[in-house]
């Protein structure tokens, strides 16, 4: 405990002077995520146990929330400015839904009759570009960013017609030069079923990657 106490306290840096900052967690700190994380929840008890109305639902990642207020606009703003009142240093911003929607992270979230439905969001400002294909990346990492995109697709989509267009990807990652062959093998291929083995390294090597080369040294080394 003594130990976090001083890596919590140690907010020391300069900027032509020296500072220390007073409230709130250092940005870059290992500790920083964990700590504020745990606070948010204290937060979360402080606001919502005491606020006389309060919403159907409350999610929080990390310090967005999304929230289901049934209760209409003037009780929604009250209970915004109880938010705002717990602690002064806690400022939390609102948006409210347009058009029946409203973006959460990276999933946009679409209010029908009877429920919510979910899509891929992509900001205004999305332009499409991604890891180019022809870049000095090993191949693995290539794969893993098809694998990613589709995965994203398949999970936050619910209705299927959402998600087939989602997951054509294959006109944005064309544009970033990857080839229709190797996006159709990543999206259709299953994955090794073999069990992984237990490795116990005697040592690590790390090298530059080098296309053509690492390779070899990563075949000689297993």
């Not at 890596?7 to 940005?27: E, N, Y």
Request: glycine letters at 4%; hydrophobic letters at 35%; charged letters at 25%.
């Amino acid at each position: 405990m003594e130990l976090l106490e001083v890596c919590l306290r140690t907010t020391c840096f300069q900027v032509d002077k020296f500072f220390q900052q007073k409230d709130g967690m250092a940005m870059g700190k290992s500790l920083s995520p964990v700590v504020s994380n745990i606070f948010m929840e204290h937060f979360e008890k402080l606001a919502l146990d005491p606020a006389p109305y309060k919403p159907s639902l409350w999610l929080r990642y990390v310090d967005g929330t999304f929230v289901v207020w049934p209760l209409g606009p003037e009780r929604l703003q009250d209970f915004f400015d109880h938010l705002n009142s717990v602690r002064p240093s806690i400022c939390f911003t609102m948006e409210t839904e347009s058009d029946n929607a409203i973006s959460f992270l990276y999933v946009l979230v679409i209010r029908e009759e009877t429920a919510l439905v979910t899509q891929v969001y992509r900001k205004p400002t999305h332009t499409g570009q991604y890891l180019n294909f022809k870049s000095n990346h090993p191949p693995h990492v290539k794969r893993g960013l098809i694998k990613c995109l589709h995965n994203k697709a398949s999970t936050i989509c619910q209705d299927r017609r959402d998600l087939v267009k989602e997951i054509n990807l294959r006109h944005d990652l064309q544009l970033n030069s990857y080839p229709k062959g190797f996006i159709h093998s990543v999206i259709n291929s299953k994955g090794s079923r073999r069990p992984k083995k237990e490795k116990n390294p005697q040592c690590s090597v790390y090298i530059p990657y080098m296309k053509g080369v690492s390779e070899k040294f990563k075949r000689i080394g297993n």
